[in-house]
């Protein structure tokens, strides 16, 4: 019944639109506004929970906590990705609502571990044991949700116009400078007490909790604006054709094309959309190959400050994610057009290693904070500005029938990088 009801609103959508000619407005970017709030929702549980380091640090001293917490997070959300390409060859995907819903229920379940264990069971004292495990169990649990959540977030939005691909990676990319100032403000704000920190760690994640489930009631709010539902009815296989949507805000000037196409209902397959966009994956393959085997856990474990204490690996992290945050947002502005180029430029960033080694092994001045700054920055600036350019131009690289896989495709080898990067991480110790 769902269905047709769906087949009927679509076919009343094209009526409207064959007599309008253009695309419903955003009203107030309203659904700018939601995108940018999912794609900050996406990485803020994993944010929250490593710039948690200093919390982390107190309970499991013996630990190498930001280590851990990427392998076991990049290797849970990795398979997740996995099953999402292999629908798209072989079956049917559940719909991106249940996908969506079911991550961010995940995530808010993920966070609550860490403060309902510690009310009930740890009650703050030093433990290596099965609170430890129960803990890298709910990192592995929000990983699974960030290859959900991800995934088909990536896909779905690789279908819209490139404006909501940016606004998703500046919102993931805010979503680190929110959480690090909040664990700024909840640590400055309670006494540098074990039992202060205890409980400014148990506010910092119930306010991130309570960010996620706001991420749950935009999505679905997001599904009834009427300028979702024009993208959405444009694609629809019941209408048996197919809409060129155009980019940027919509004008008198905007036509809609209708032509047959071929059957809609036939996935692309997983190979024939890599080879379109293979320099965009190797691209992002690299990136996140050099990003995760340096931050987070060389900057919270490898280097330290004699001066900062713990907080210097805080304000290392709120230093990468602000710099992020630049990066990402200045796609906006310009999005280079060379797939090629763009592609060197993610294998250039491979010189961040010899730089990063000698602030651990290099010249005096190399090993204090300035340097470790200012490197930190700009493997965050670059990070933010090629991964949106690159999720930006990978979707517009392909027809639009196969924007949703190409999307998916780029998530996969994105996660397939931070799977990598996150084990290389480890090297560092040698």
């Known amino acids: 019944m769902s269905k047709e009801l769906d087949a009927e609103n679509c076919s009343m959508e094209v009526g409207k639109l064959q007599t309008n000619r253009i695309a419903p407005e955003d009203r107030c970017n309203f659904a700018y506004l939601i995108h940018f709030m999912l794609g900050a929702g996406n990485l803020l549980p994993w944010n929250a929970l490593i710039t948690a380091v200093d919390y982390f640090g107190y309970l499991y001293p013996n630990e190498h906590i930001d280590k851990v917490f990427s392998v076991a997070y990049m290797g849970s959300s990795l398979p997740v990705l996995v099953v999402l390409m292999s629908w798209t060859n072989w079956g049917r995907r559940p719909s991106v609502r249940l996908r969506m819903n079911l991550g961010f229920s995940m995530f808010v379940a993920s966070l609550l571990i860490v403060p309902i264990m510690d009310w009930t069971y740890t009650h703050g004292v030093r433990r290596s044991g099965r609170a430890y495990c129960v ?228 010249p005096a001045f190399f090993r204090t904070e300035i340097p470790v700054m200012i490197l930190t920055s700009a493997l965050g600036m670059t990070n933010g500005y090629l991964t949106s350019t690159l999720m930006i131009l990978a979707p517009k690289s392909v027809p639009v029938a196969e924007a949703e896989t190409a999307g998916i495709v780029m998530a996969l080898f994105l996660g397939i990088g931070l799977a990598g990067g996150s084990v290389l991480g480890w090297f560092w110790l040698i």
Request: aromatic content about 8%; proline content about 6%.
């Open 135 to 362: 803990t890298i169990a709910a990192v592995a649990l929000c990983g699974l949700a960030d290859g959900l959540v991800g995934g088909s977030l990536i896909g779905s939005v690789g279908e819209l116009p490139r404006r909501y691909m940016q606004a998703v990676f500046a919102g993931t990319a805010c979503s680190g400078v929110l959480l690090s100032t909040l664990r700024i403000i909840t640590k400055a704000s309670l006494p540098q007490t074990p039992q202060g920190l205890r409980t400014s760690a148990h506010l910092y994640f119930i306010v991130s909790t309570l960010i996620v489930l706001g991420c749950i009631v935009c999505f679905n709010i997001l599904g009834q604006l009427s300028i979702m539902q024009h993208y959405r009815c444009s694609k629809n296989p019941v209408i048996g054709s197919h809409i060129s949507l155009p980019e940027g805000p919509p004008s008198s000037s905007t036509t809609i094309m209708l032509g047959n196409t071929s059957d809609p209902t036939v996935r692309p397959k997983f190979w024939a959309v890599w080879k379109r966009i293979r320099c965009l994956t190797v691209g992002v393959l690299v990136t996140y190959i050099v990003t995760l085997s340096i931050f987070p856990g060389y900057i919270t474990e490898n280097v330290q400050s004699n001066a900062l204490h713990d907080w210097y690996p805080i304000l290392l992290i709120t230093t990468y994610n602000a710099s992020d945050l630049v990066g990402k947002c200045s796609t906006a502005a310009y999005v280079p057009k060379s797939t090629k180029k763009v592609t060197w430029a993610c294998v250039a960033r491979l010189l961040f290693y010899p730089l990063f080694a000698a602030c651990l092994h290099g």
